[in-house]
């Protein structure tokens, strides 16, 4: 087997500030630091011993570039010191060691020997103390457990702590952990601020600028007035002509106009590791950031094609269009289902 320091390079990727893994290369294991591994009682000697003694060719381990620490592959580390070798093929990470640690649990839940129940728990106790404002449905993704098993570990380690306001799911958004109390809060806003626009109450009430069109929305199907007050009752001290006025004449808001702020969703989108740490994820990211041009650039874009190609772009144009449609409802439904 050839030891040589370098065996391939490949283009390095950066998303969402981690280097995605792309440069394959032979380290001395003397070189390489034991992992922190999720694994209670540390490395199998049976199961690296079965490895050693397969003749199948092992994939390389994951190793963490800044410390040199093994994120994934522990028992093949074991193996190939049982081969005698001296050098391992290695695929690099560039994270902080509590991103490390996240990553080193989804790769072992999905792969290799099965981490036992209470080593996930344990897990999911050390993901919710350095991620509190994670979702139980996110940290449940990455540690092998039911969200409600999560949720149940939370209450438990948070019962004396600051209560969180806000989790992020595993869609990457923040989203308020008393939906109620929130909605409550956007609908007085929709009173009181009635000249402002959906992203200024959004700002204010500390929501996206969807979740106050959909109290807004809501209120309209409904046929209820917006309140800032319980239904029929005024605040203290508040003079009864003053009290919310019926539905009827309640005053309503007009739609905003204007896109979205997609670049800074992308950027969001970048920063989340339950993206950025998963292959698909990766992918997922690269297709966002590459479709999210703003309208300069596609008048620009637009200007410069060349006439005898334009039938085909523009059919293309569509055909990608009908794609990401469908895979918007696609992932929406998804979501419904998740929330049920």
Known sequence: MNDQSV???AEENDVGGTTVPAVLRRLPLTDVVQPDSPRLSGVDDEHARLLANSDAAL????VNRRTM???DGAHRLMAARLRGQQAIEVDFCDCDNDEAFVLAVEKNVRHGLPLSRAERTAAAERIIGSYPEWSDRAIAAVAGLSHKTVGTIRRRLTKDSEPVTHRRGRDGRLRPVDGAAVRARVSGLLVDRQGASLREIAREA???PDTVRNVRDDSRRAEIPLVSEPAGAAAPGREESEAPKPASTCVRTQPEAGVPDRSALVRSLRSDPSL?????GRVLLR??????PDSDDLARLSENVPIHRAAGIAQLAR???RFWQKFAVAVEQRQQQAEI
């Open 7 to 9: 065996v391939g390079v």
């Open 59 to 62: 994939p390389p381990i994951l």
């Open 69 to 71: 620490r093994v994120v």
């Open 206 to 208: 500390g929501v996206s």
């Open 276 to 280: 950025r740490f998963s292959e698909s």
């Open 287 to 292: 297709l966002l950031t590459a479709y999210a």
């Open 319 to 321: 055909e990608y269009g």
